[in-house]
C-alpha cells in the first residue's frame, strides 16, 4: 500500500486532553476502512501528524497502539516496558500500580478501530528507576495519563526537552541527558522511530519541583550521615570530593543539618598533638588496646573487645571476648592471619595491660620474631592510635544506639557495625585513600549501606522454616 493509499482510507479524530499544567495534548486517532487492516493512533502536539510510514513494514502505523486481541498483538512491542518517541507530547502508561501519586479524570474517549474505544480515565506522577554505565537514577514523570486499554508504555522525548534535558540519537541507540548532559537512560531503535528504553518501577521519592526530573538517586547529607554510622560531615565530604567510594550520591545543594545524638554523644576534650614516626607497610605494625570489662553483656555474651588498628592503613578490626585472658590467644590468631594474607607482621604496639604483657604471649612473639612495644607507666598517650580509635568507635556506638532507640545489649553488633563503616571511611592520616582500599587494594563500594536499624526480612529456613502454606520469611 502506497502513501496515496494509505491518505485515502484514513481519517483522523482529534480529540484535546488538558493535564494539569494547562499544556493542550492532542489525540489523533487512525480509523478503520474496509481496507486498512491494523489502523494506529498517537499522541501528537496540537494537530500536527506525527505518524511515520515504514515502508519496510508494509505502511504499519504505530506509537500509541489500539485496543488488539493477543493475536494481533505485534511481537516487537509488547515485551518493551517503555517507548520512547519524539513525535509524543505527553506520557502514557497503562499500568495503574506505577503511579506515585494518582488522581481520577473524566473519562476522555479516544475512538479506536470499529466500536473498540481507549479512554485516559487518571493522570498522576510516576518514578522509573534507569541503570546507565553501572549507576542507578530515578526519571520522575509527571502528568503522566493513564489509559488502561493501551498495551504500551509511551515515554514523550518532547516533554523530556520542555524540562530543559536533551538526547542523542546516534548508530540505533537514543541516550538521555541531564542538563549537565549526564546520560543517565539508553534505549536501542525498534522502527518508525521508536526507542526500547526497559525501566523498573521505583516506590515513592523525595519531592521534586521540577516538571520532569531525571536524576541519581541523591541522597541528603543527614542520610548519608546515618548511613555512615553517624561519621562527620566533613568526612563524608571527603569521601565524595576525592571519590574514594563507589556509588556515594550525594545532592549537594542541600544543608547539613545539626545532629543532637552526636552533640550529646562526641562532646569530648582536644586530643594529643601529632605523633611522629617511621613509614609502614599494611600488616608491619599493629596498634591494639583492650575495652571492658563493660557492665552490660552483649547479646552473644561478651563483655570485651580487642581493637587490633593497622599502622600504615588506619585498617581497624575487633575481636570480642568473655574474659579478658582471652586476648593474648586472639592476638596470636590475627598474627597468624596477617601472614596467610601475604603481609609480615613486625611489632605490635600495646599498653602495659596484663592481656600484653604476660609470659605466654612475650614467649610466642619472641619465636616468631615479632617486636611486643608497650608504652611506660602511666602514659596512655604513647598508645594514643588505639586510644582515639576506641573513643571514635564507643562514640559512633553510642550515637546510633541512642539515634536507633534500640536496647543496650546490642552494643557488640554495633561496635561491629562502627568498625565496617570505619574502614570505608575518611582519614586523616591517609588523604587519597580509604583504609579499605589500602588493605584490600579495591575501592569500596557503599551503595549497600543502609541507617543502622533499618528493618530487614529474614528468610526462616532449617528448624525454624514453616510449612508450605505459610510464611517463608519474618520482618
Known sequence: ??????????????????????????????????????????????????????????????????VLSSDEMDIHLIYYDWLADSAATTHITYQHDAFITYKSIPEVPIPGVGRLKMCAIGQGRVNLWSKCDGKMYIL??????????????????????????????CDSILSLLTKDRKPVARGAKVRNNLYKMMFKH????????????????????????RRFGHVGYSGIKKLLDNQLVNSLEIDTNLLKPDCVAC???KLSETPYGPMSGCPTKPGELTHMDLWGKYDVMSINGNQY????????????TVKFLKM?????????????????????????????????????????????GVELQVTTPYSPSQN??????????????????????LPEFLWEATVAHAAYLQNMSYMKPRVNMTPYQIWH???????????????????????????????????
Open 140 to 169: 520522575e514523570l509527571h502528568d503522566v495519563l493513564h489509559v488502561p486499554d493501551n498495551r504500551n508504555n509511551l515515554l514523550s522525548l518532547r516533554q523530556w526537552e520542555t524540562a530543559g534535558h536533551s538526547y542523542i540519537a
Open 1 to 66: 500500500m502506497n502513501d496515496a493509499e494509505v491518505n485515502k482510507h484514513i481519517a483522523f479524530n482529534i480529540e484535546h486532553i488538558k493535564p494539569d499544567n494547562g499544556e493542550e495534548t492532542t489525540a489523533i486517532i487512525a480509523d478503520e476502512s474496509d481496507t486498512m487492516e491494523e489502523p494506529m493512533a498517537l499522541i501528537t502536539n496540537n494537530g500536527k501528524l506525527g505518524i511515520v510510514n515504514d515502508d519496510t513494514y508494509d505502511g504499519e502505523y504505530y506509537n500509541f497502539d489500539d
Open 384 to 405: 594514643r592510635v588505639a586510644e582515639q580509635m576506641n573513643c571514635t568507635l564507643v562514640e559512633l556506638v553510642c550515637t546510633m544506639l541512642m539515634a536507633s532507640e
Open 305 to 316: 573487645y580487642l581493637l587490633m588498628v593497622d599502622d600504615a592503613a588506619c585498617y581497624v
Open 441 to 475: 587494594e579495591r575501592k569500596p563500594n557503599v551503595l549497600h549501606l543502609h541507617e543502622f536499624s533499618a528493618p530487614i526480612w529474614v528468610l526462616l529456613q532449617g528448624q525454624r522454616i514453616q510449612r508450605k502454606m505459610l510464611l517463608k520469611s519474618q520482618r
Open 263 to 265: 552533640t550529646e554523644a
Open 324 to 368: 579478658k585472658d582471652q586476648a593474648a590467644q586472639k592476638i596470636m590468631d590475627y598474627m597468624m592471619y596477617l601472614k596467610a594474607q601475604g603481609k609480615t607482621p613486625c611489632a605490635i604496639h600495646a599498653d602495659r595491660g596484663t592481656e600484653f604483657v604476660n609470659e605466654t604471649l612475650r614467649e610466642w612473639c619472641n619465636s616468631q
Open 202 to 225: 521505583t516506590p515513592e521519592t523525595a519531592h521534586s519541583d521540577c516538571t520532569f526530573n531525571a536524576a541519581s538517586p541523591s541522597q541528603t547529607w543527614e542520610t548519608w550521615h
